[in-house]
């Protein structure tokens, strides 16, 4: 069994087959693959070399030392593999408090997009106190409107990202958090 990672800048929060904990910088191999794999990073701003992942990295570790929180590192329990970022991620110009996730291709269709979704909204509104979650998709991502409307979320209204994104629209989905804890009341209901 491999250990729990642990994390100074935050949580790790668990789920029956993860562990999802703040980025550093043991996951710079992984994430420079995945940020490199043209059709992993299609939806997500598209590839990026080498030295633009590090910087990729950075912010994201920089954003949880600013704000507390930003998007956590996806491990599987069993192997400790990295498996992609999943979580909130809030930055200047955002059109809200968004919990987003990116899986490394292999990974996709295991349903790992969706346990990390559901524990980090969780936490989002448990922890940090958010009235709303979004997610920012691609109009031609199928696969994560997909995990949207599992998670609960529906199609709230198209918008734009800040610049540099800013001349690409994306399909704004959400819910606030009255809707899901209703929704979570009755999960909680079924045996």
């Not at 600013?66 to 491990?75: P, Q, T, V």
């Not at 990116?102 to 295991?110: K, N, Q, T």
């Not at 958010?130 to 529906?154: F, M, Y």
Request: glycine letters at 10%.
């Amino acid at each position: 069994m491999i250990a729990r990672p642990l994390s100074p800048l935050g949580p790790t929060l668990e789920t029956p087959r993860l562990w999802l904990r703040p980025p550093s910088v043991e996951d710079f191999e992984a994430w420079a693959a995945f940020l490199g794999d043209a059709e992993a990073a299609r939806h997500i701003g598209g590839t990026q070399p080498r030295a633009t992942a590090w910087r990729s990295l950075a912010t994201m570790v920089g954003a949880w030392h600013l704000n507390g929180s930003a998007m956590f590192s996806l491990i599987d329990k069993r192997s400790g593999r990295w498996l992609g970022r999943v979580g909130p991620w809030r930055p200047e110009g955002w059109p809200g408090t968004e919990v987003g996730w990116g899986v490394v291709r292999d990974a996709w269709g295991h349903g790992y997009a969706h346990e990390a979704a559901t524990v980090t909204i969780d936490w989002a509104f448990d922890v940090l106190g958010w009235s709303e979650v979004i997610h920012t998709i691609d109009p031609d991502n199928v696969a994560s409107k997909g995990v949207a409307r599992k998670l609960g979320s529906c199609r709230l209204r198209m918008g734009r990202l800040p610049e540099p994104y800013h001349e690409l629209p994306v399909e704004i989905w959400g819910q606030s958090r009255a809707e899901w804890n209703a929704a979570r009341a009755r999960r909680q209901r079924i045996p």
